[in-house]
């Protein structure tokens, strides 16, 4: 079955078991900054499993694109995916336990026939924060899996949370026998030896973990469940690897035509990375030095480097595009709608990758002849680790140079050194998960009103075709990224400056209405229409000047938020132009 098939399938099974179909949210969560990607379908939806209520109901099902990047140097391997999609289906207070598995046991058997004997499934084995979860086994031996093949584990196993913080619980899972030989007597589903792969997980969330480690009972019961796309595909499709499913097949035989050396590793890295790399494009993300543009960079850096190994020509990338998107155009029409845009983040990204190569070159060319004069035969640690750092220069180009060179590399100072600095940008990044829900204050909130005043007066300036591709707020600055193809003058900046003060000077009411998606694109409302949580959506209008689709929070007055100012205007990426500005009191 294709995977295609399979998503239509569940979301169609879940439909008729009440469930509303709700769109799959962007990859770059929606006005949250802090928060890196989307990384599991129940992330759009936490603040419904805290409590709000959905505009859809209690009960949902939908297919969220995913990125996660934890394991990205794994990727290559015959099983790590650092983009994939999951699908799911949630009870927001309604049912709960037995209904979720009785469900997931009809689907897995009925709808995609996989055989019971297959199937196995572990459970939460209890400690001093939640009890044994003893009813979903019930559940599960009251649909037909035999008790030995119900395996209770504890929190590292069956037990789920986003992050650190936040709506948790215990989960049931459900794993595949592969008919793999047992690793040994002990083999079971949490076992790594490949016999077992999970293939979905039913949450059952009751708690919320706070900052301080304790937990606070939710009001409602909820049901949140994953199920793998690809994974599960692989194994329908009874294959060993993703990358032999429908989704990466093409792209991997073409890469085996054009690749001059034969190297199954690269050519999974490069036809991962790439499709990644597109996904990201289109939700609106684009290189950069931090957080998630830092991601995407390293994504394509990757993908391009593995190009080179396999001695393929770095303008096929256009073409490997071009054969995802025809590939993949039914699962994502966002990819075709996106198609030139994202060849032209690859090109102008690999082209600077390209110049980082050479500066690196440079620099390691400049230590080996320092060495020679100093009558040494081995570049030290640190200088090592500065081609990384400040050059950004691979660490594995660096080894291939170091050997053709007949050079040694104090590589015992470089890992101590990258070690350190691993661990800094992993607090970072865990620093950004925890920061997940925003805290919104008055000057966010300000710079958020402020946002769309600008957007507005961007578009009324330098025409229509002016669409936000990003926006990132901190209590001293927005900075507010848009599609233009050109530079902003000094004089349009002003103009667009002047409009923003008068709207401002208007002190323009600011209202908030609940709509659907099909009435907001009516009243002329601008905004992301696509990838939204529900269908029912957010309009602020801003008195007569602006009508936007948006999450909020806004300013109740404009009069409220002191002079708008532009501190600089400047290139983001090819066709997209990047605003800084500040309010001053
Ligand atoms: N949140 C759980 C997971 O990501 C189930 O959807 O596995």
């Not at 060319?365 to 060495?371: D, G, L, M, S, T």
Request: charged share 30%.
């Amino acid at each position: 079955m294709k995977a295609i098939d399979i998503r239509n399938k569940f979301l169609n099974f879940f439909e008729k078991h009440g469930h509303k179909i709700i769109p799959s949210a962007s990859l770059i969560p929606e006005n949250d900054p802090s928060v890196l990607f989307t990384t599991a379908g129940m992330q759009p939806l936490i603040p419904y499993l805290l409590g709000a209520k959905h505009p859809e109901g209690d009960k949902l099902t939908d297919y969220q694109k995913c990125v996660r990047t934890v394991d990205i140097e794994d990727v290559g391997d015959n099983r790590h995916l650092t983009f994939f999609e999951m699908l799911g289906n949630w009870s927001l207070g309604s049912y709960f336990k037995e209904e979720a598995i009785k469900m997931s046991y009809d689907f897995l058997t009925k709808e995609l026939h996989i055989p019971v004997e297959k199937l196995s499934v572990t459970c939460f084995a209890g400690d001093e924060d939640a009890k044994r979860d003893t009813v979903s086994a019930e559940c599960w031996k009251k649909v037909g899996i035999p008790e030995e093949r119900i395996y209770f584990f504890g929190k590292d196993n069956n037990w789920w949370i986003a992050g650190e913080e936040g709506p948790c619980g215990p989960d049931t899972e459900m794993f595949y026998d592969t008919g793999k030989q047992a690793c040994g007597e002990n083999c079971n589903p949490s076992c790594d030896c490949g016999k077992y792969v999970e293939i979905w997980n039913n949450v059952f969330i009751k708690k919320k973990k706070k900052p301080d480690g304790t937990y606070t009972k939710l009001t409602q019961r909820n049901v949140d469940t994953g199920l793998g796309l690809e994974r599960m595909a692989m194994l329908l499709q009874g294959k060993e690897t993703p990358y032999e499913i429908e989704i990466f097949a093409p792209i991997m035989k073409r890469l085996e035509e054009i690749a001059k050396v034969d190297e199954i590793q690269s050519r999974r890295i490069v036809a991962e990375h790439l499709r990644s790399s597109m996904m990201i494009i289109a939700d609106g993300g684009r290189p950069s030095n931090i957080d998630r543009g830092y991601v995407l960079r390293r994504l394509i850096r990757r993908m391009t480097r593995h190009l080179r190994k396999l001695e393929i020509d770095l303008n096929e990338i256009s073409n490997l595009v071009d054969l995802y998107v025809e590939n993949l155009k039914e699962m994502y029409p966002e990819l075709k709608e996106n198609k030139e845009i994202i060849k032209n983040v690859l090109i102008e990204e690999k082209n600077k990758f390209m110049r980082t190569l050479e500066n690196g070159e440079r620099e390691f060319n400049k230590a080996v002849e320092r060495i020679k004069k100093e009558g040494k035969n081995k570049i030290d640690g640190q200088t090592v680790f500065n081609l990384y750092e400040t050059y950004g220069f691979p660490q594995e180009i660096t080894i291939e140079l170091a050997k053709e060179n007949g050079v040694e590399l104090e590589l015992e100072k470089f890992d101590e050194l990258y070690k350190a600095h691993q661990e800094k940008s992993r607090l970072g990044a865990k620093q950004k998960f925890k920061g997940g829900l925003a805290e919104q204050n008055e000057q966010t909130t300000q710079y958020h009103t402020a946002t769309h005043l600008l957007h507005q007066a961007l578009r009324q300036v330098l025409g229509e075709h002016v669409k936000q591709s990003g926006s990132n707020i901190t209590t001293e600055r927005l900075r507010f990224d848009f599609t233009h193809p050109q530079k902003v003058t000094p004089e349009e900046l002003k103009k667009v400056e002047q409009i923003v003060n008068e709207q401002i000077q208007r002190d323009l009411k600011v209202t908030c209405e609940e709509m659907s998606l099909d009435e907001a694109k009516a009243t002329g409302a601008i905004g992301l229409f696509e990838s939204k949580y529900g269908d029912k959506v957010k309009v602020y209008t801003i008195g007569d000047f602006s009508k936007e689709i948006c999450g909020g929070p806004h300013v109740e007055r404009t009069g409220e938020m002191g002079k708008f100012i532009i501190k600089k205007e400047e290139a983001s990426s090819s066709g997209v132009r990047r605003i800084k500005a500040i309010l001053e009191k």
